[in-house]
């Protein structure tokens, strides 16, 4: 067991190559403010560990755990390293770190996850991030690669179940609106009209088969970081400040699945099952027995993965909220929403706060803190006190989940 001393977030509306700023100047920032926020200091930190994607495409640049050099002299002679599971970087740097701890090498580790994407034209962007895919063997027709392959998760739910547009529209609408409530999300001020949800094709385009402009997660700079302890490190921490330990979120359970890269062997091999996505399922229940979780009503909120609105379709009934492909029956009657059965991305998930792909499985993990520390403001979920996380890479080719609890 680990636990989750806090954070810090960067404001992911920033474009930090029109601010003058490289993803170096990013990174020291957010560490120091992770710093400051959880009053740590330099050498408390025995570990760096760094999620990202793409950093050599979109900023020409590798090995950015030698970034914790540029923070702070005390982290000359750190031990670093950096993780890539596409999407899903973020969540799989964060497990390198429990693990390294729960094997007792150190107590206390920094966990960056980072990514500069909006510094290219967005072709361009399109397909450094279409290396999550299998390259040269799926979607080469696609002018947009990942809205052409969440298209065909919608036709294949379609396909099995039916599905309405109407139910797609209502997720991004509740992602939208709780992303208003958040200082940090890219979309907290934007504006829309009674169209936008609706399948107008001036108000909301068609970017690649029935995927259109709202059903899209957010290209974004952006940063965050976690600092993971050990219990005895938490120990320490709360006799430092004056908090009982049990007030300190744990990381309780997670799970960690991967797929074939394959859209298409991992649909084929799902044909006869249930789940559109078996591995999704079993990452979901694995973080659950691990941590001790046997009814949904012991989570009291999700931060799940909307890269499109047909993924958080998928995870609604992935995560048992309904019976495979009635997913609607929660978005009709509000149980996604904040103050019903189970909040999904009070933050405003990738939709609306926005998809630095290597920040995303950080930032779900501090905003799951923020949840059961009552710590996330005007988006706090009433008396949350389990959260659940679900973070994907690629087609579902890795998915990891974690239960954050106090």
């Keep these: 067991m680990t636990y ?6 960067s404001d992911f509306s920033d474009n930090w190559a029109r601010a ?3 993803i170096a100047d990013v ?48 982290f000359d002679g750190l031990p670093t390293a950096r993780h890539e599971a596409a999407c899903a970087s973020g969540s ?8 390294e701890i729960e094997a007792g090498r150190y107590d206390l580790a920094c966990v960056v996850g980072i990514e500069q994407m909006r510094n290219v034209p967005g072709q361009r962007a399109a397909e450094h991030l279409g290396t999550a895919a299998w390259t040269g063997h799926e979607f080469e027709d696609a002018q947009f690669l990942w809205p052409r392959v969440f298209s065909d998760l919608a036709d294949e739910y379609d396909r099995r179940y039916g599905l309405e547009y109407e139910h797609l529209m209502r997720i991004a609408e509740v992602n939208f609106s709780n992303a208003k409530r958040n200082p940090n999300a890219q979309t907290r001020g934007w504006q829309f009209d009674p169209r936008s949800f609706t399948e107008d094709d001036h108000a909301n385009p068609v970017v690649e088969g029935r995927t259109r402009k709202q059903d899209c997660g957010q290209v974004t700079d952006g940063a965050a970081v976690v600092f993971v302890a050990s219990p005895e490190r938490a120990a320490r921490y709360a006799d430092e400040h004056g908090v009982a ?42 973080a659950r027995r691990r941590a001790g979780i046997t009814d949904l009503e012991q989570i009291d909120v999700v931060e799940t993965h909307d890269c499109f609105t047909s993924t958080e379709y998928m995870a609604i009934d992935h995560l048992g909220l ?48 923020k949840q059961v520390t009552d710590t996330a403001g005007d988006y706090q979920v009433d008396g949350a006190r389990t959260c659940q996380t679900l973070n ?8 990891v989940s974690l239960i954050v609890s106090r």
Excluded at 4 to 9: D, R
């Design 322 to 369: 309904t019976a495979p492909g009635e997913a609607w029956q929660a978005i009709e009657d509000g149980s996604i929403e904040i103050g019903g059965r189970l909040p999904i991305n009070p933050s405003g998930g990738l939709i609306g706060n926005g998809h630095p792909v290597g920040a995303t499985g950080v930032r779900m993990a501090l905003d799951a803190y």
């Design 4 to 9: 989750l001393l806090g954070g810090w977030q």
């Design 27 to 74: 990174f020291v920032e957010t560490v120091n403010q992770g710093l400051a926020a959880t009053a740590l200091e330099p050498a408390d930190v025995e570990c760096g560990h760094v999620g990202n994607f793409v950093a050599e495409l979109f900023a020409a640049q590798g090995l950015l755990g030698g970034f914790f050099g540029l923070v702070h002299p005390d």
């Design 392 to 399: 994907i890479g690629g087609s579902t080719t890795t998915t």
């Design 245 to 286: 330990l049990d007030s300190i979120p744990r990381i309780t359970g997670w799970g960690h699945r991967s797929a074939p890269i394959s859209y298409e062997a991992k649909v084929r091999a799902s044909a006869e099952q249930p789940y559109v996505f078996p591995q999704v399922r079993r990452a979901i229940e694995d």
């Design 92 to 99: 799989v740097a964060i497990l390198a770190a429990a693990a």
């Design 20 to 22: 003058g700023r490289d």
